[in-house]
């Protein structure tokens, strides 16, 4: 047997690194001007880093390095001519003037873009003068959402770290294959309407393994989204996991085949919760499922509330949205008041396929109370409190 010539393995060694490193082009903003100071504008460099990832031919990594990078709004637009990782190794900062991120709605937006990977890393909205401003009901710009995907399809979104959003910490809009998972997502202080992860109109969204304590929802779940998968989320302190608001228009999409399952609630001001407005609608919920569920000291743990109607917007109306076929299966845990579950439905479509399993919630050591309006369903199990189904 021959011996293999040395000299010959590492020129082929060589050979082959070059053509795995060649294979994948990589942008790195602070090449293109960026500067990891916390203080210099950054965001014309991010804009030109993004234009170069956007159009290379060979998969891209767009590269934020270590350090604190500050970005006023930004457009990552596509379509790409391929695949795209953003690494994010540092954090990005808003500008300290709220005002700065002007009245787009919007921080950091990719918009139709597929077959995206954004990894790693911190956003820092920087939030608190803006609660402030909406909280004093002062004139405020329109409160900017810290991470949004619009008519994005193909995502992945892994070991992200939002915090102190002006309000949605992460939001989906017309978006189709996402997977969301490994985040952490923080609100503190007096923050109004910060939803932790915002879905509307999309499919085949999968959020696992998050950690989401804001003053809203941990996750909100809007109009026309479907096949949605949520599963092992802490959620707390916050509003709780909600289908809805629905039925804010006559004409609506509805929202079909949802689960959430495996996840704790913790001091939130309700836990698994449909709303929709009192109101004429065409919307409709159905194919929920809420199960293996651990409620700790929740203020409403169970919920479907049909006459949602902030303001006094919609007196003596109805709610046309249809609730159907939802489940409530495993869930225990502790109620902070004495009505642990809630079905509040509408008079004029009455919620019907309601099935409750295996449910065990206390209030101060001893069983809670149940509510039932316009509610018909079934019982299996154990079910503390007792059904009023």
Same mark, same amino acid.
């Given at each position: 047997?021959?011996?293999?010539?040395?000299?010959?393995?590492?020129?082929?060694?060589?050979?082959?690194?070059?053509?795995?490193?060649?294979?994948? +082009?990589?942008?790195?903003?602070?090449?293109?001007?960026?500067?990891?100071?916390?203080?210099?504008?950054?965001?014309?460099?991010?804009?030109?880093?993004?234009?170069?990832?956007?159009?290379?031919?060979?998969? +891209?990594?767009?590269?934020?390095?270590?350090?604190?990078?500050?970005? $006023?709004?930004?457009?990552?637009?596509? /379509?790409?001519?391929?695949?795209?990782? *953003?690494?994010?190794?540092?954090?990005?900062?808003?500008?300290?003037?709220?005002?700065?991120?002007?009245?787009?709605?919007?921080?950091?937006?990719?918009? %139709? *873009?597929?077959?995206?990977?954004?990894?790693?890393?911190?956003?820092?909205? @920087?939030?608190? +003068?803006?609660?402030?401003?909406?909280?004093?009901?002062?004139?405020?710009?329109?409160?900017?959402?810290?991470?949004?995907?619009?008519?994005? =399809?193909?995502?992945?979104?892994?070991?992200?770290?939002?915090? =102190?959003?002006?309000?949605?910490? *992460?939001?989906?809009?017309?978006?189709?294959?996402?997977?969301? @998972?490994?985040?952490?997502?923080?609100?503190? &202080?007096?923050?109004?309407?910060? =939803?932790?992860?915002?879905?509307?109109?999309?499919?085949?969204?999968?959020?696992?393994?998050?950690?989401?304590?804001? @003053?809203?929802?941990?996750?909100?779940?809007? /109009?026309?989204?479907?096949?949605?998968?949520?599963?092992?989320? +802490?959620? &707390? /302190?916050?509003?709780?996991?909600?289908?809805?608001?629905?039925?804010?228009?006559?004409?609506?999409?509805?929202?079909?085949?949802?689960?959430?399952?495996?996840?704790?609630?913790?001091?939130?001001?309700? &836990?698994?919760?449909?709303?929709?407005?009192? @109101?004429?609608?065409?919307?409709?919920?159905?194919?929920?499922?809420? $199960?293996?569920?651990?409620?700790? %000291? *929740?203020?409403? /743990?169970?919920?479907?509330? %049909?006459?949602?109607?902030?303001?006094?917007?919609?007196?003596? %109306?109805?709610?046309?949205?249809?609730?159907?076929?939802?489940?409530?299966?495993?869930?225990?845990?502790?109620?902070?008041?004495?009505?642990?579950?809630?079905?509040?439905?509408?008079?004029?479509?009455?919620?019907?396929?309601?099935?409750?399993?295996?449910? $065990?919630?206390?209030?101060?050591?001893?069983?809670?109370?149940?509510?039932?309006?316009?509610?018909?369903?079934?019982?299996?199990?154990?079910?503390?409190?007792?059904?009023?189904?």
């Amino acid at each position: 047997m021959k011996m293999v010539n040395l000299k010959n393995l590492c020129a082929l060694f060589v050979f082959f690194m070059a053509f795995f490193q060649s294979s994948n +082009a990589a942008y790195n903003v602070v090449s293109y001007g960026a500067r990891p100071d916390g203080q210099t504008d950054s965001t014309q460099a991010f804009q030109r880093a993004w234009t170069a990832t956007c159009s290379s031919r060979l998969p +891209a990594t767009f590269y934020v390095p270590g350090g604190k990078f500050l970005i $006023r709004s930004v457009v990552f637009g596509g /379509p790409c001519m391929n695949r795209i990782l *953003v690494q994010i190794d540092g954090t990005l900062v808003a500008p300290s003037n709220y005002w700065n991120l002007g009245n787009s709605g919007f921080w950091i937006l990719f918009i %139709q *873009v597929t077959r995206l990977t954004v990894y790693g890393g911190t956003i820092d909205a @920087r939030g608190a +003068a803006f609660w402030a401003c909406k909280n004093a009901r002062s004139s405020c710009p329109i409160a900017a959402r810290s991470i949004s995907f619009v008519a994005s =399809d193909n995502i992945l979104i892994s070991g992200l770290t939002s915090i =102190d959003s002006q309000t949605m910490n *992460v939001a989906l809009d017309g978006c189709n294959n996402v997977r969301i @998972r490994n985040m952490k997502i923080i609100a503190s &202080g007096q923050s109004p309407n910060t =939803d932790g992860i915002h879905l509307q109109s999309s499919t085949g969204v999968t959020i696992t393994n998050c950690i989401i304590k804001t @003053r809203d929802e941990c996750i909100s779940i809007g /109009p026309g989204n479907k096949n949605l998968w949520i599963e092992h989320i +802490a959620c &707390g /302190p916050g509003h709780g996991i909600s289908i809805g608001s629905l039925g804010n228009s006559l004409i609506e999409d509805g929202v079909n085949n949802v689960t959430v399952t495996n996840s704790i609630f913790t001091g939130t001001q309700n &836990g698994v919760w449909i709303k929709t407005w009192g @109101r004429p609608s065409n919307g409709f919920a159905t194919n929920i499922a809420f $199960r293996n569920i651990i409620m700790r %000291q *929740v203020g409403n /743990p169970i919920v479907i509330d %049909q006459k949602y109607c902030p303001y006094n917007q919609c007196p003596t %109306q109805s709610s046309g949205v249809k609730i159907s076929q939802v489940s409530y299966k495993n869930i225990i845990g502790t109620s902070a008041t004495p009505v642990a579950m809630t079905f509040n439905c509408s008079p004029s479509n009455p919620c019907t396929g309601i099935r409750l399993q295996d449910i $065990r919630l206390t209030y101060m050591n001893s069983p809670a109370t149940s509510f039932c309006s316009n509610a018909h369903g079934s019982n299996s199990g154990v079910v503390i409190p007792r059904s009023c189904l």
